[in-house]
């Protein structure tokens, strides 16, 4: 019997010493007055329409029409590795992105100005306090999916 606890036991060490840093709090996505979820104070998030510069990323510029390449965005982000979309309405996008042991879930969301094109983006993770930088590299990652496609424009 004692044989069987070791591998729980430290299993259980483990674990205790991936999330020991943890913050586990709560976590917003979707739009407040018609943009993105501000980033909480934590640097686990990136967002175009951060002011602060550390959080900052560059919008998404879609190539016209729109619409159409709208369509083709959230397809493009939906083909990302373990990656789902959780919602979607016209013009705004959640998806959820599980890291590849399974252990973290992080979101990430598009929202189009269809006026201008623009796309504004924020990614952020919902547990730990540093995400070493696995929120931008994805948005960075997206970016250069888009682009290879003719989707949007480089910045």
């Known amino acids: ?26 976590h917003s996505t979707g739009l407040v007055n018609n943009q993105l979820t501000p980033c909480p104070s934590w640097p686990r998030c990136v967002s175009s329409v951060s002011a602060d510069a550390e959080r900052q990323v560059a919008p998404f510029q879609l190539q016209p029409p729109f ?13 990302m590795p373990r990656t789902r979309i959780v919602s979607r309405d016209k013009y705004y996008v959640h998806a959820e992105v599980t890291s590849p042991w399974g252990v973290y879930t992080d979101d990430l969301e598009m929202l189009l100005d269809r006026s201008s094109g623009r796309v504004d983006v924020r990614s952020s993770g919902r547990i730990g306090y540093y995400d070493f930088e696995v929120n931008r590299e994805r948005v960075e990652a997206l970016r250069e999916a888009l682009a290879a496609k003719g989707l949007i424009s480089r910045p």
């Not at 619409?67 to 083909?79: G, Q």
Request: overall charge negative; glycine content about 6%.
């Open 67 to 79: 619409d159409v390449r709208w369509d083709d965005a959230i397809a493009t982000l939906a083909a």
């Open 1 to 26: 019997m004692r044989i069987f606890l070791r591998p729980i036991l430290l299993s259980l060490v483990c674990l205790g010493l991936i999330t020991g840093c943890a913050q586990f709090s709560e």
